[in-house]
């Protein structure tokens, strides 16, 4: 077990060497001078440049630019952005925050209610309701995500006004950034008002959660009814209700254990999705997350917040399947003996 940790966080550490020579060589192909995408600064005077020059190694060869950047990277020297002037680590620890929160909770909606729908399939495949299961579950998996949400703010914001449509909270509501996630800020906060601030902010957050956690629950759902079609196959299984016992207890001690191994690994694959997925999300509802910092990026040309965003996002989903792969490990004995 320890040799096999040992392997992922090489394995992890060679991912990051690669994903941040590739955010290296960005500086370099993205238009405009390199010093300028390095440091982020519009303007460099005449007596910035050799200070800059020797301090970002740029007369040397690009090991030594490279050496130079990794060690920014790790003393939090992230450059500026081009649009703010403000520094870019700064920005992204204050926009992070909001991107995991949204991420979050439509990957538990996705897990408690996947899962179960998921079992109910399962249990009778021909019947008619797995089949209705698992047209609901194909439809909402070809459903475009902006189509979606765009969808539901016609229907519960503009049509029945019971939601808003974009943002985390009313403006009325001033609360201090804390942890960055904004349910646990207003519990935090010592607000007269926390109640109605919570309930605002849930009304907030629940429209793009659903849109978010409508692909990965159906991906779930689908999972899991193969998982658990494949798993009541097994001989053991067929031993078990030999003996016996009634179905519901061989789905309980032996069949679900056993089916949601498996299901373990699709959190980090589910939760990569959600990453991708958040960008447009957080667009059309204006949520104030690095996904929709890194569009705006894209469409500003802000080069320093493009190469600073793709290193920070690749490297939090690939650590999170890492990790992912790793709790499989551990719960699955026959893993563990590869």
């Known amino acids: 077990m320890i040799l096999y940790l040992l392997r992922r966080m090489f394995l992890l550490a060679f991912v990051f060497i690669a994903l941040s020579i590739f955010a290296f060589s960005l500086g370099y192909l993205f238009p405009g001078e390199p010093l300028q995408n390095f440091t982020g600064l519009r ?12 301090e970002y190694r740029m007369g040397q060869g690009y090991i030594a630019q490279y050496l130079a950047y990794l060690g920014r990277i790790f003393s939090g020297n992230w450059a500026l952005s081009f649009s703010s002037q403000q520094p870019l680590l700064q920005e992204m620890q204050m926009l992070m ?27 009778k495949p021909e019947g008619t309701l797995s089949k209705l299961i698992s047209a609901v579950a194909v ?7 902006f189509w979606w949400a765009l969808l539901l703010i016609m229907l519960f914001s503009l049509a029945l006004g019971w939601l808003p449509t ?6 009325l509501y001033e609360i201090n950034h804390v942890t960055g996630f904004m349910l646990p800020d207003i519990l935090l906060s010592g607000t007269a008002h926390r109640q109605e601030a ?34 009541w196959e097994q001989s053991y299984i067929k031993t078990a ?18 089916a949601l191994l498996p299901v373990i690994r699709q959190i980090g694959l589910q939760f990569s999705t959600l990453i991708t997925l958040a960008m447009i999300t957080e667009v059309i509802f204006s949520w104030p997350g690095i996904g929709r910092w890194l569009i705006d990026s894209i469409y500003q040309r802000n080069y320093p917040a493009i ?30 003996k590869r």
């Open 43 to 54: 303007h460099i005077s005449a007596e910035q440049l050799p200070l800059l020059q020797q």
């Open 97 to 123: 925050p909001a991107t995991l929160e949204l991420a979050s909770y439509a990957l538990l909606i996705s897990f408690f209610i996947g899962i179960p729908i998921g079992i109910i399939a399962a249990i």
């Open 139 to 145: 439809a909402g998996y070809s459903i475009p995500v």
């Open 166 to 171: 974009a943002g985390r909270i009313g403006v």
């Open 198 to 231: 919570m309930l605002n902010a849930l009304r907030h957050l629940l429209l793009p959660t659903i849109v978010l956690a409508t692909f990965p629950t159906t991906v779930m759902i689908r999972f899991t009814r193969d998982a658990m079609l494949d798993v």
């Open 241 to 258: 209700r030999a003996k016996g016992l009634n179905r519901g207890q061989v789905l309980y001690r032996h069949a679900l254990r056993n």
């Open 307 to 336: 190469q600073a965003g793709l290193l920070v996002i690749s490297t939090l989903v690939i650590t999170v399947n890492m990790l992912t792969e790793i709790l499989h490990t551990v719960f699955n004995p026959l893993a563990r």
